[in-house]
């Protein structure tokens, strides 16, 4: 089972910028998907972005596009969620997800993802 663990989270302005982590304990085939969720008090989990490690493909949510940029560094086993002109919208707790296939990678679905980190807090003020 592998373990992830997201960091980088906290409160900022509206405007402003925060960089999450995602590290996860093995190198391993079910990280071959790596995914971002997040969840808003009240509201459903939603994907907003998704990379596949060998082909490094990647996939945004509509809400995100142009704003976010994921990124992974495979010799780290880690993954990066660059999220850039955040709107209060944009609160929420974020997870992030892994799990082995290229089929899963876009249009995510939390169904898929079978590895979970704790999420991490993000709040953005107005």
């Known amino acids: 089972q592998v373990q992830l663990m997201e960091s980088g989270g906290g409160s900022v302005q509206a405007g402003e910028s925060l960089r999450l982590s995602c590290a996860a304990s093995i190198d391993s085939a079910s990280t071959n998907c790596m995914a971002w969720f997040r969840q808003a008090p009240g509201k459903k989990r939603e994907g907003i972005a998704a990379?596949?490690?060998?082909?490094?493909?990647?996939w945004y949510a509509d809400s995100v596009e142009g704003r976010f940029t994921m990124s992974r560094d495979n010799a780290k086993n880690t993954a990066y969620l660059q999220m850039d002109n955040l709107k209060p919208e944009d609160s929420a707790m974020y997870y992030c997800?892994?799990?082995?296939?290229?089929?899963?990678?876009?249009?995510?679905?939390?169904?898929?993802?079978?590895?979970w980190g704790q999420g991490t807090q993000v709040t953005v003020s107005s």
């Open positions: 990379m596949y490690t060998t082909e490094y493909s990647q």
């Open positions: 997800a892994a799990d082995r296939g290229a089929s899963i990678c876009a249009d995510v679905d939390d169904e898929d993802f079978g590895n």
